[in-house]
Every structure is written in structure tokens, then in C-alpha cells.
């Protein structure tokens, strides 16, 4: 499990017409958050926790529609956008998910660490 910044289904990435995006947060940099709920555009949507504690603690902090424990959860929420910020071993796996359902993907560095999991992510095809 993953953190993640995702905007959900009703934003501008979708290209419906929407003053906001959906967020959500997976992973350990929370310190992202306030910078991107500081957006106009942007609603806290679902947080992603292994810790039960964190994310109840995150979600009330930050006013977020959503908890789970269960990164899979954020891509069946179909947010406009995932911040992956999590452990870098879930990470394509994590991106190739979201990018097959639409999401729009915004990760930290390294993607990867196998280059042939970034080059498979950068070929999926949306659905």
C-alpha cells in the first residue's frame, strides 16, 4: 500500500465541467497535502494508510471524504489524479493500475527501480 494524491472523478483531468478535482494522498510525504488542498481546485477526496492511526488522524486533519488501507481502493474511487508518494516497490504497479482506468499519475522519485516497469507504465493504454 501506497500513498497517493489523486483527484477523483468529477475534476478537470476528466474534462467534465468542474471547479474541483478530487485529491487523495498514499503514502508517508502528508507533508504534500497542504500545498495541494492550498488549490481552489482541488478537494480532499480519499487518503491511503497502512496505519490505522495516520489515517484517521490525516483524514480528519484534512477533511477527506474517504479512508482505506487498501491503495486498490483509491483507483475503484477513480480520482482524477494519484500522487504516488509511497514505497518505491508498488509504485508501477501502483501507476500502470491507475493510468489503465483513467487516473492521471503524479509520483515521487525514483518511479522505479527497474527501468522495464517505467517503460511499461508509459505504454498502457486508458481505458
Do not use: C
Request: glycine share 8%; aromatic share 6%; hydrophobic share 40%.
Amino acid at each position: 500500500m501506497n500513498d497517493a494524491f489523486d483527484t477523483a472523478s468529477s475534476g478537470p483531468a476528466r474534462g467534465l465541467p468542474s471547479p474541483t478535482s478530487r485529491a487523495s494522498w498514499d503514502g508517508p510525504r502528508s507533508s504534500h497535502i497542504p500545498g495541494f488542498l492550498g488549490r481552489p481546485d482541488v478537494e480532499p477526496w480519499i487518503i491511503n494508510r497502512r496505519d490505522p492511526g495516520q489515517l484517521a488522524h490525516l483524514q480528519a486533519t484534512f477533511g477527506f471524504a474517504q479512508a482505506t488501507a487498501d491503495w486498490h481502493d483509491v483507483i475503484d474511487a477513480r480520482p482524477d489524479i494519484v500522487s504516488l508518494a509511497g514505497p518505491v516497490a508498488l509504485r508501477a504497479e501502483q501507476a500502470r493500475a491507475a493510468l489503465e482506468a483513467g487516473i492521471h499519475v503524479l509520483a515521487e522519485k525514483p518511479f522505479t527501480l527497474d527501468p522495464a516497469d517505467g517503460a511499461s507504465s508509459s505504454r498502457v493504454d486508458p481505458t
